[in-house]
């Protein structure tokens, strides 16, 4: 068989919505070089704004594989500028302050899998449930590790966290919060200095985190146009707030893609069923 036929046959539109995780005998190393991502089965995930799901017209790419233990994903995406700033503190003479620049937005991606509840992608549904969701950005997770968090939606309004109110595709009221997994994140913020030290300063910091928040690696590198970004994390890690992987059972997901995008400015694939392969 010729490389360029074998790259044919591994590159598959998923089926009515079905993605199957290669079963291997090695995991791939999340080191960001994606060396040893090359015989694993390429899938075409279309994506497009949240308004347009319902027939998305963009396409990324997708690897899945696992070893009976964890598993790990490869996302792909076209993007023609590299970002990596995020909204920096920036001194203004004329104020005598720092003001936050909220046009700087890192480039970025996640992907959400069904925890509590029926699982849509499309935020404005009205649906409660539960999601767990692992997010990359190409600054503020450049430890390694992925922001492993929650999006929880109810009818209504949570009694604590910064919940955030949505009308949904009925016009009724959604709530939704995003806290993080139990532990320490992935990343701080930090206030503005009183004072001047330098014409930019950072707003938020990667740390490493701890706890329940250190279940997912993640890397990411920008190449000729391209993102690619890899995930890896044990298919049951025990902690409640993360959803739990049985080889035997599928799992509704989707992904989304950010380019210097935040909150409801991205696109996002509508929901997928992750299959294992045995």
């Known amino acids: 068989m010729t490389s ?99 046009e700087l937005l890192e480039d970025s991606c996640s992907l959400a899998f069904a925890l509590e509840g029926k699982f849509d992608p499309d935020m404005l549904a009205g649906i409660e449930s539960k999601w767990d969701v692992w997010e990359w950005g190409a600054y503020r997770t450049s430890l390694g590790f992925a922001k492993d968090k929650w999006h929880v939606y109810s009818k209504v309004r949570f009694p604590a ?57 993640a890397r990411g590198a920008w190449a000729d146009g391209r993102w690619k970004v890899e995930f890896r994390r044990k298919l049951d890690t025990g902690n409640k707030d993360d959803t739990a992987f049985d080889p035997a059972k599928p799992v509704d997901f989707a992904v989304a893609v950010f380019d210097q995008g935040e909150k409801s400015d991205h696109e996002v694939s509508p929901k997928y069923v992750l299959k294992f392969e045995k």
């Open 161 to 217: 966290g910064k919940p955030k109110r949505f009308s949904d595709r009925e016009d009724k009221p959604i709530w939704l919060t995003r806290p993080d997994d139990e532990g320490t994140p992935c990343m701080k913020k930090l206030e503005a200095p009183a004072e001047k030290k330098t014409p930019t300063v950072q707003q938020w910091i990667p740390e490493k985190p701890t706890g329940s928040c250190a279940d997912v690696q």
């Open 4 to 102: 360029a036929l074998a790259a044919v046959l591994a590159l598959a539109l998923a089926p009515q919505g079905e993605v199957s995780a290669q079963k291997v005998a090695k995991l791939p190393e999340i080191d960001g070089k994606f060396d040893d991502w090359t015989t694993a089965k390429e899938w075409v995930i279309k994506i497009d704004k949240p308004g347009e799901i319902d027939k998305p017209m963009k396409e990324m790419w997708l690897k899945v594989v696992h070893d009976g233990a964890s598993v790990a994903f490869l996302m792909a995406w076209k993007d023609e500028t590299k970002s990596e700033r995020h909204q920096e503190f920036v001194w203004k003479e004329d104020d005598g302050e720092y003001k936050m620049n909220d």
